[in-house]
Nanobody
Framework: QVQLVESGGGSVQAGGSLRLSCAASYTFSRYCMGWFRQAPGKEREGVAVIDRAGDSGYAHSVKGRFTISRDNAKNTLYLQMNSLKPEDTAIYYC???????????????????WGQGTQVTVSS
């Protein structure tokens, strides 16, 4: 089990931006990494994933607004979220796994760890 810690969540008005970070306590360059979210009363869904080669996949609902990236030297995953909408309100989780499914929707095969989540709230 790998240890992942998210940060960067918060409250923002519609149209604003946030940048989420996920710090890993291991050398994560060999893993697929991804962001997932869960809104109240809804199932967890894949938002974006990035594989070891740097190829990425996005959910239809965020494509063109969100950008996933990774810094292997810092063992850190990022999610830049622009043009936020109220429907983006959710708890956001990062995850690691053996391989990515770029989708859409994006996913991860053989999970190796999850973060504790960070709240993102977008007001209209």
């Amino acid at each position: 089990q790998v240890q992942l810690v998210e940060s960067g969540g918060g409250s923002v008005q519609a149209g604003g931006s946030l940048r989420l970070s996920c710090a890993a306590s291991y050398t994560f360059s060999r893993y697929c990494m991804g962001w997932f979210r869960q809104a109240p009363g809804k199932e967890r869904e894949g938002v974006a994933v990035i594989d070891r080669a740097g190829d990425s996949g996005y959910a239809h609902s965020v494509k063109g607004r969100f950008t996933i990236s990774r810094d292997n030297a810092k063992n850190t995953l990022y999610l830049q979220m622009n043009s936020l909408k109220p429907e983006d309100t959710a708890i956001y989780y990062c995850a690691a796994g053996v391989a990515c499914y770029l989708g859409p929707p994006p996913g991860i095969y053989e999970y190796k760890g999850w973060g504790q989540g960070t709240q993102v709230t977008v007001s209209s």
